[in-house]
């Protein structure tokens, strides 16, 4: 039997090592700071909407290249056509 004790305590022992590996006693202090909880929330939503205008920009700026050199290739039909879609783009 008391083999039996030894190995739970082991086991929870193990169990409490990895909890606090897992940084469960931070995140349980940071919950409780509400303020700063709406701060670090703020802050990576300013990041995300940053990060998401830079790289629709950067994509869409590659786009409209690739269509100008397909269109100085005077391609039939096709030239017409991104000419039109580029004028739109461009706002009329």
């Known amino acids: 039997m008391n083999t039996h004790t030894e ?3 082991a086991q929870a ?3 409490l090592q990895r909890l606090d590996n897992a940084g469960l006693t ?3 202090k940071l919950s409780q ?3 700063k909880i709406l701060w670090l929330n ?3 939503g300013i990041a995300r ?3 998401f205008s830079i790289g ?3 994509v869409l700026a590659v786009v409209y290249k690739i269509l100008a050199r397909i269109i100085s290739m005077n391609i039939p039909y096709l030239t ?3 000419q039109q879609v580029m004028s739109m783009a461009r706002g009329g």
């Open 7 to 9: 190995k739970e305590q």
């Open 13 to 15: 022992e193990l169990l």
């Open 26 to 28: 931070e995140y349980v």
């Open 33 to 35: 700071k509400t303020g």
């Open 42 to 44: 703020f802050l990576s």
């Open 49 to 51: 909407g940053l990060g």
């Open 56 to 58: 629709a920009s950067l």
């Open 80 to 82: 017409e056509m991104l």
